[in-house]
């Protein structure tokens, strides 16, 4: 049942390589070609499905084309290129929306390919080749139902798992029928197939009722070489080809044929990607088609998020989130929202770097890159988030002192840059303070302002005492105070920020992590952080910003203002903001890019909360002791020596496979086949772990 096709060859090479096979060897003539083509130049590519937005995903890989990649490979700057593709081949799932905003995020990024090009460009060609594939024997249109193609499938699993433990496949998993495998369409002639294909592209059959396969290898340990279903019937008009198509190519066959037509020298992809190396190639090389080298690297995971395209539209859908830019959402717009610019993310990315070893990244390193770009970058300003109004009743006083403009201060835009400028801020008889920054009693440890006990004042340098506070039942009104700027006056131990009378009122949007879990399980949504957003809707900032904030310079698609509250955190002004500065009318919002300092502070938990804590890590040791364990038993064992399984059964086949369980009763035809599925699964990690 396996055409006549080079063997797997289990090498491993330098940089940039991986796991090779004969089908990837390009003959003289197609390698001498190609370097006539391509000279000097090495040739990446970054070709995104525009099935959802942009994310952190896509910021790695988008590294690696246009950048880390030739590195690596000590590539000159002069002989880079990296083409920007779409996979566009599933119009159910794309949108003009998605395809805008692609482009408007590499062009944001500072990411410039050498062209933009889309896979339904080649829909003509890929039909041709596909035309080709039927001609030489190598392609059938097929009439099975899915049910019938998941049987078949499964089937053919079975029976490769049986051969790795050294069984007869006929004994452990029989064929049947031939209808099922190889399946009553496989050995069909050329010309039906020529016919039916040019019928499917006419529209003359419904959607589901046939489509083209391609005849590989129903012998292969790898399932993907199934004969892979290469064209569907769909009867969706295409976001950019528009209405000439009612077929579509799918992924696999699609994204190999396009990089050779465009001369790629690196296709770069994600380990899970990594079984789809034998389809890959065996097309090229059935179509004698130039081979690319083809390298995985370990897709990127960043703690307290998730990256799959169908968590993120369901957090879309729900409602969970404000929409795709959502300052909570790992996609580069939601990222661009929150205040973290392209320096941030592809600084990010270079510390992350590409490897081919799994791993989770911590939120922290995020936080520690967007702290050392903005530190030096960002202009400062003083923001209360919940203002308490403070009255100072010797203001007068302590202004006729100092004379006119004495109580205005020039503070630098950066007090580690002065070129970055300064603004003036003045202090006023009434005032804003931070709840933070405010104590009703006493406390040794809190250094900022109780009553009774002085404050130094930011900027002014005089210590401001609170004699008296006025409360409106519970809630505080606001704190009487006077300045002392007297000769002798007590040094105090810290310093607090304030915002004048005729601050800028705003809000303030404060952002968490958008899970609970560093690792969301498969129950996310029930781990979503229902304090992922805090909203200040009182806060208030000091005047001097007041045109840097005004709604006429806010754009989605571009970094917005930032600016550093003192003492508070990193800020950018949000896309909701509608605020006019001549006018002053109109709402101005913020959000929390990241606070100043790691946030080292223990949220308090119940004793319910961390005996659950401790139960989970002791499940988590548990699952990976578990692990190790399964990975020492050898398939044909499975049922004997696995933990879970230990004493259920009380008889074996051959192959190890259990016939009754332990109280003697027969297991049924179905369990049998349940238990086999379980083996398959078991054989494919165990030869994997052996490697």
Known sequence: MSTDAPETVATTAGALEGRELEWAVNTPELAAEHASINSNIIRTRFPPEPNGYLHFGHAQSMNMNFALSFEKLGVPMENRRTIFRYDDTNPDAESPEYIDSMKRDLEWMGWQPEKTTYSSDNFQTLYELAVKLIKKGLAYVCDMTKAEMEAQRELAKQRCAARAVGTDPDAVAPIPSADILPGRNRDTSVERNLKLFEEMKLGLHDEGTLTLRLKMDFDSPNPNMYDLVAYRIRYTPHPHAGNGWCIYPNYDFTHGICDSLEHIDYSICTLEFETRREPYFWILWALDMYRPKVYEMSRLNVEYTVLSKRRLLKLVNAKYVRGWNDPRMPTISGLRRRGYNKQIINNFCNEVGATRSAKVVQMAK????????????????????????????????????????????????????????????????????????????????????????????????????????????????????????????????????????????CEVRVYGHLFTQPEPSDRWEEELNSESEVIHSNAIIDPSVLELVDKKDVNEWKSNQALQFERLGYFVVDTDTTFDSTTREGKLVFNRTVSLKEDKTVKKVSSHEEEQQRKRVEQQRAIAAARDIMMTIDPKDLFKLAPEYKDKYSKFDDTGLPTHLADGTELTKSAKKKLEKERAKHAKKFAKNKK
């Open 366 to 505: 995020l936080f520690h890159v967007a702290r050392l770009t903005l530190a030096d970058t960002t202009r400062r300003a003083m923001a209360a988030l919940e203002p308490i109004k403070v009255v100072i009743t010797n203001f007068d006083e302590e202004a006729g002192k100092v004379g006119e403009n004495g109580m205005t201060f020039e503070v630098q835009n950066s007090p580690t840059d002065a070129s970055l400028g300064s603004h003036n801020v003045t202090l006023t008889g009434t005032i804003y303070i931070d709840s933070e920054d405010f104590k009703t009693e006493d406390d040794p440890n809190f250094y900022r302002l109780t009553p009774n006990k002085p404050v130094g004042v930011k900027y002014h340098g005089g210590n401001l005492i609170c004699d008296e506070i006025v409360k409106d039942g519970d809630k505080i009104k606001m704190l009487k105070c006077r300045l002392d700027s007297s000769e002798g006056r007590p040094k105090p131990k810290s310093y607090i920020t304030w915002v004048p009378s005729d601050g800028i009122k």
